[in-house]
């Protein structure tokens, strides 16, 4: 009887050492990773839409990533700005801080031509485990490792606030004159939480608008969202010619919860982006923890289910234990501070050198950064502010 193949190499029936279900920005990253790094792997992606990327916009700042990590992330960037601003009704400031924008047709484009035939789209999955995915269509794919990548589950071990937005991809009849991106404009109405405005100028006439709250709940009021961007455009002085597309999407901003809980019963299914957890705790921003997972396990020796699924949990989990002190600070924004007054707490945070602010949304904050942003008098009441110090879940 011929000897039974080592639990990390897939059975000779698989259709691929790795099935990357979802083709979005984590598992994006993931496939182009292994193709560069590790290109004996048989790796096939799955998207179920008719392309890559769903239509969205990934933003990030410059110092959020290494040059190496830049080197291989720059073919996806379609714009990149040398600062960005940010206003708020007791605050104006410019930053030098570079920051740079992904989008899902840049994306498409790229993996399309560097993974070739190992992009399947309109490709939906009725149901996974850690070594096959069922198609719709009745179809059985078998896989060394099933890594599933389709946005965000159902996390009721986790506590979470959200960030929550609607865009316009608008053309201009004219000039609009912006030249950098308003990371954060506060100086509108304080609605439905802390909202903001966020504008990036793609060329002279066409600009990304987005109406942003962090708000307590994830409904989306898209008809007032819409006419709030209307409205926002017109005082700017910009004459709206045309809507190009429209983006929307809810991201979680974390609070509290438990990290070991969230994983259990995953019955090792490997997951990736937001459905493992992996994004700032603050600003939802993703893009710099998918390139990190993804060269983390381009570089793991065990890609078989059972090893890569651990190897995220760990990665996973260490993120969040070392993320407490963004939990603590969100906590004040949210339970702590009236939603209306919620903008107070950014503002007095710009008002920061700016080394900190890059560093603090590079993820990578110093114990001197942390006694910086919250020394001095809270911008929230102190009676408030104290629970928040607590964190009911195990970071």
């Known amino acids: 009887m011929p000897d039974a193949p080592p639990p990390d190499r897939p059975p000779p029936d698989t259709v691929a050492d790795i099935l990357l279900i979802g083709g979005g920005l984590a598992n994006g990253l993931l496939a182009l990773r292994l193709a560069e790094l590790r290109p004996e792997l048989r790796v096939l992606l799955l998207e179920a839409g008719p392309s890559l990327g769903a239509g969205h916009t990934w933003s990030f700042f410059e110092r959020d990533l290494s040059p190496a990590q830049w080197a291989w992330v720059a073919p996806l960037v379609a714009h990149r700005w040398p600062g960005y601003a940010v206003r708020f009704p007791a605050r104006a400031r410019r930053l030098s801080s570079g920051y740079a924008s992904v989008s899902s047709e840049r994306f498409h484009q790229v993996l399309?031509?560097?993974?070739?035939?190992?992009?399947?789209?309109?490709?939906?999955?009725?149901?996974?485990?850690?070594?096959?995915?069922?198609?719709?269509?009745?179809?059985?794919?078998?896989?060394?490792?099933?890594?599933?990548?389709?946005?965000?589950?159902?996390?009721?071990?986790?506590?979470?606030?959200?960030?929550?937005?609607?865009?316009?991809?608008?053309?201009?009849?004219?000039?609009?004159?912006?030249?950098?991106?308003?990371?954060?404009?506060?100086t509108v109405s304080q609605i439905d939480g802390y909202r903001f405005l966020y504008v990036l100028p793609f060329d002279d006439r066409t600009l990304l608008i987005e109406d942003t709250r962090y708000a307590d709940g994830p409904a989306l009021d898209t008809a007032g969202m819409r006419a709030a961007i209307a409205g926002y455009a017109a005082a700017q002085g910009w004459q709206v010619q045309s809507v190009l597309r429209e983006e929307e999407g809810v991201l979680p901003v974390a609070l509290d919860g438990d990290i070991a809980a969230f994983w259990r019963g995953r019955e090792g299914l490997p997951a990736v982006g937001l459905r493992a957890a992996l994004f700032h705790p603050t600003t939802g921003y993703s893009l710099p923890d998918a390139v990190r997972l993804a060269e983390h396990v381009a570089l793991?020796?065990?890609?078989?289910?059972?090893?890569?699924?651990?190897?995220i949990e760990r990665h996973s989990v260490a993120l969040w234990r070392g993320r407490a002190f963004f939990r603590r600070l969100n906590r004040m924004l949210f339970r702590a501070a009236l939603p209306e007054q919620r903008f107070r707490v950014l503002e007095r945070f710009y008002g920061l050198p700016q080394p900190l602010i890059e560093r603090f949304y590079a993820g990578r904050p110093g114990w001197l950064d942390k006694l910086r942003i919250v020394a001095g008098k809270p911008p929230v009441p102190v009676s408030a502010a104290l629970p928040c110090l607590l964190e009911r879940g195990r970071a």
């Open 300 to 311: 793991a020796e065990r890609l078989d289910a059972a090893g890569l699924s651990a190897l």
């Open 112 to 186: 399309s031509l560097r993974l070739g035939g190992r992009v399947r789209l309109n490709t939906p999955v009725a149901r996974l485990n850690g070594t096959e995915a069922v198609l719709e269509d009745g179809t059985v794919l078998r896989a060394g490792a099933v890594v599933d990548g389709r946005g965000p589950a159902p996390a009721p071990s986790l506590a979470l606030g959200f960030q929550k937005f609607l865009g316009q991809e608008v053309r201009c009849a004219a000039p609009h004159g912006l030249e950098e991106p308003i990371v954060m404009d506060a």
